[in-house]
């Protein structure tokens, strides 16, 4: 188990810092890596909810390091060491696949995704704050974000709908996943809010422009609030 806690906390190490250095400067998909250029695309979140991945990622390796010093041999830790490492090795990358290839880095996403959910389920009761609370809030954001890079993916190529249509279904699939996830860990509030965090942000991108595309992510994030305020009460139990 010791090793398996060093191994989580350099996989976290790597993803806050190797994973950034490894593509300086990215700020999403090129618009002309798609046949059809994906320009202000309306699944994306407006630019400032990017920033909770300075808070995911300082929150890791504060958790990693809290692994390794403190919890290296708890049994109630272990379980949701490997699906996180494997999510993290996954994710040190990403950012320089996105670069070339939106195909690769969506499928990626999408297993950086399933391996945090599991992650997340198997984190221990006890240190919700130095386990359940960072591992949460990275699925929530990997929930939308994973639903995102498919609505941009799949709009660039012109599969049957526009832009507009397939932020309506990713939105859908965003809600569906983290209405489930939310029942695999209903004491974690920091999962629906993850995902609220970033539809809120697609309500302000859309906000005077694509109405629909806002309403459906507000009503979704405001549902994941309520869900999150309910999984904050039940933890506090």
């Not at 320009?39 to 400032?48: E, H, L, T």
């Amino acid at each position: 188990m010791h090793m398996k806690a060093i191994f989580a906390f350099v996989g976290a190490l790597a993803f806050a810092i190797l994973g950034p250095l490894l593509a300086p400067g990215f700020g999403g998909y090129d618009p002309s890596l798609f046949p059809i250029p994906q320009d202000n695309a309306p699944i994306v979140p407006a630019g400032y909810a990017f920033a909770i991945w300075g808070v995911i990622y300082t929150w890791l390796v504060i958790s990693g390091g809290f692994g390794v010093f403190k919890r290296a041999d708890a049994e109630d830790w272990d379980p949701m060491r490997w699906p996180l490492i494997a999510s993290l090795v996954i994710g040190t990358p990403w950012l320089a696949v996105a670069m070339i290839s939106p195909l690769w880095a969506t499928v990626l996403i999408f297993a950086m995704l399933i391996l945090a959910l599991v992650a997340m389920d198997r984190a221990p009761v006890l240190d919700p704050w130095w386990a359940r609370a960072p591992v949460s809030l990275y699925a929530g954001w990997l929930t939308a974000a994973s639903f995102a890079s498919l609505g941009i993916l799949a709009a660039g190529h012109g599969v049957i709908f526009g832009q507009v249509g397939w932020a309506l279904i990713c939105l859908a699939g965003a809600f569906s996943v983290a209405l489930i996830g939310h029942k695999m860990r209903p004491d974690a509030p920091l999962y629906p809010l993850g995902t609220a965090w970033a539809l809120i942000a697609i309500v302000v991108r859309n906000w005077g422009t694509q109405w629909g595309v806002a309403a459906v992510a507000a009503l979704a994030a405001v549902i994941l609030l309520l869900l999150c305020a309910k999984s904050a009460r039940r933890a506090a139990i």
